[in-house]
């Protein structure tokens, strides 16, 4: 019996790849995280409820932009929220969502996370915004989910958990990897503060603006024989 051909089989690579670093770099809960990636118009999901170590490219589940789906497994709860970032976000291909516990920790609190450190412009503003409480996997989720992300990469969700999105499913995985270490330092430094009676100090716009420009070109190499180190 032939077998069912599997397409874009290196997506759901990149996918399985991005969704075991983020378990293996503890940035995950379980199996709550998921992850999608842009395939022309339809989209690449992580499937319900599965370990991704068991996990196979097969089981990755392809969704088309009304929600359908093709296969046995069923896609992430929260497909709305990779279908309607993609939608919007022409300038990205990839979305990550994740239970990682300091993100999660800032969330549960309502707080954004202000400029305490320069590295929050990685995430493309001078705060990366908490969006409001909405019931898991609903509609109205996905909808302050896309509005915490206007012109930024990342946002965090209120009593849930946080959102990044980039190139590739390995670039959410590093961005994840800044967000949730800018988390802990800020829960980090509101903790110490609280003891010792300061209060974080946080970067002014004007400052920040400087780094959002540095930012444009900040860790790339020149494309061709430069000479720059
Ligand atoms: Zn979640």
Redo the contacts with the bound molecule.
């Keep these: 019996m032939a077998r069912k051909r599997t397409t874009n089989l290196r997506a759901r690579r990149a996918i399985l790849d991005a969704a075991r670093r983020m378990n293996a770099l503890g940035l995950n809960h379980g199996t ?1 995280g998921n992850i999608g990636f842009r395939a022309g118009e339809r989209v690449l999901v992580t499937p319900s409820g599965r370990d991704y170590e068991t996990m196979t490219p097969g089981d990755i589940v392809e969704m088309d932009i009304a929600g359908g789906h093709e296969g046995p497994l069923r896609p992430t709860s ?1 497909w709305r929220l990779h279908r309607d970032i993609l939608a919007t976000r022409p300038d990205v291909d990839a979305v990550l ?1 994740s ?1 990682s516990i300091h993100c999660t920790a800032l969330a549960v609190l309502g707080l954004e996370i202000p400029a305490v450190h320069y590295m929050v412009a990685a995430a493309g503003g001078t705060s990366i915004r908490c969006a409001p409480y909405r019931t ?1 996997t609903t509609q109205a989720l996905s909808d302050v989910a896309v509005e915490a992300l206007d012109g930024r990469k990342a946002c965090l969700l209120q009593n ?2 946080a959102v990044v999105i980039g190139e590739t499913p390995d670039a959410c995985v590093r961005l994840l990897v800044e967000v949730e270490y800018l988390a802990e330092l800020y829960c980090r430094t509101l903790a110490v503060g609280a003891a010792a009676g300061r209060e974080p100090t946080v970067i002014l716009s004007r400052k920040m603006a400087e780094v959002l420009e540095i930012m444009k070109t900040y860790g790339k190499q020149p494309d061709s024989e430069g000479s720059e180190s």
């Design positions: 709550s929260e969502h239970h898991p849930h958990g």
